[in-house]
């Protein structure tokens, strides 16, 4: 069963900061990996989608990683600003499968 | 639609009330995705639409869950005689095809009192 956990669960950082946030999953057979913002009371919106032939994938001041040897994916953020802040979610689709399983996020929080 | 439209945007239901969700996905997408999210957790999967197709509904928690997509746009999520653990925030998500970018509605809060 794939399991997607996401460190830290938490960050406060301030403005201009380069950050990382982390995603592994368990399960290494993915067909893709999405990075998504979520600000509060609002839905998802796609930062980043990596197909499990990529490794990387870039946008602005965002640069995702994917490692599925080792069931890791990074987000990137350069130059973080006090509007980065929002809840960052990445998600998990398995190769011949319509689920996606999400990670529970992590609270991001740009001091300015 | 610019986007995938959701409604209501909030929903209080009695215990027991029957309640239905609708999604309007954006145009042209094939596959249309229903989500539940938790206070504080990531959204979890609940069934899959391709067209009109019900491709995936092993994520639906019980037989009160219903979802439809009769014409392969709009979907509805029905849930029968909603009970308190059913209170959450369910998101549709469509796609261009499965595995392309998904794109989420703002969501449908549903509180049962």
Same mark, same amino acid.
């Given at each position: 069963?794939?399991?997607?956990?996401?460190?830290?669960?938490?960050?406060?950082?301030?403005?201009?900061?380069?950050?990382?946030?982390?995603?592994?999953?368990?399960?290494?057979?993915?067909?893709?990996?999405?990075?998504?913002?979520?600000?509060?009371?609002?839905?998802?919106? #796609?930062? @980043?989608? =990596?197909?499990? &032939? !990529?490794?990387?994938?870039?946008?602005?001041? /965002?640069? %995702?990683?994917?490692?599925?040897?080792?069931?890791? #994916?990074? @987000?990137? =953020?350069?130059? &973080? !600003?006090?509007?980065?802040?929002?809840?960052? /979610?990445? %998600?998990?689709?398995?190769?011949?499968?319509?689920?996606?399983?999400?990670?529970?996020?992590?609270?991001?929080?740009?001091?300015? | 639609?610019?986007?995938?439209?959701?409604?209501?945007?909030?929903?209080?239901?009695?215990?027991?009330?029957?309640?239905?969700?609708?999604?309007?996905?954006?145009?042209?997408?094939?596959?249309?995705?229903?989500?539940?999210?938790?206070?504080?957790?990531?959204?979890?999967?609940?069934?899959?639409?391709?067209?009109?197709?019900?491709?995936?509904?092993?994520?639906?928690?019980?037989?009160?869950?219903?979802?439809?997509?009769?014409?392969?746009?709009?979907?509805?999520?029905?849930?029968?005689?909603?009970?308190?653990?059913?209170?959450?925030?369910?998101?549709?998500?469509?796609?261009?095809?499965?595995?392309?970018?998904?794109?989420?509605?703002?969501?449908?809060?549903?509180?049962?009192?």
């Amino acid at each position: 069963k794939q399991e997607v956990t996401q460190i830290p669960a938490a960050l406060s950082v301030p403005e201009g900061e380069n950050l990382v946030l982390n995603c592994s999953f368990t399960d290494s057979a993915i067909y893709n990996l999405q990075w998504f913002r979520q600000d509060p009371g609002k839905g998802l919106t #796609s930062l @980043l989608l =990596i197909q499990s &032939s !990529q490794r990387e994938q870039t946008s602005g001041r /965002l640069n %995702a990683s994917l490692d599925k040897s080792s069931g890791r #994916s990074t @987000l990137y =953020i350069a130059a &973080s !600003q006090p509007g980065d802040s929002a809840t960052y /979610l990445c %998600a998990v689709r398995r190769t011949g499968g319509f689920k996606t399983i999400f990670g529970a996020g992590t609270r991001l929080f740009v001091k300015a | 639609g610019a986007g995938v439209s959701q409604s209501p945007r909030y929903k209080v239901a009695k215990r027991g009330q029957d309640v239905a969700l609708r999604c309007d996905p954006i145009s042209g997408h094939v596959s249309l995705f229903w989500y539940q999210q938790a206070l504080g957790q990531g959204p979890e999967f609940l069934t899959y639409f391709q067209n009109e197709a019900q491709l995936d509904k092993s994520g639906l928690p019980s037989d009160r869950f219903f979802a439809e997509r009769p014409e392969g746009s709009v979907s509805t999520l029905k849930i029968q005689r909603t009970q308190q653990e059913d209170s959450a925030v369910y998101l549709c998500a469509s796609s261009l095809e499965l595995g392309a970018e998904a794109f989420f509605g703002q969501g449908t809060r549903l509180t049962v009192v």
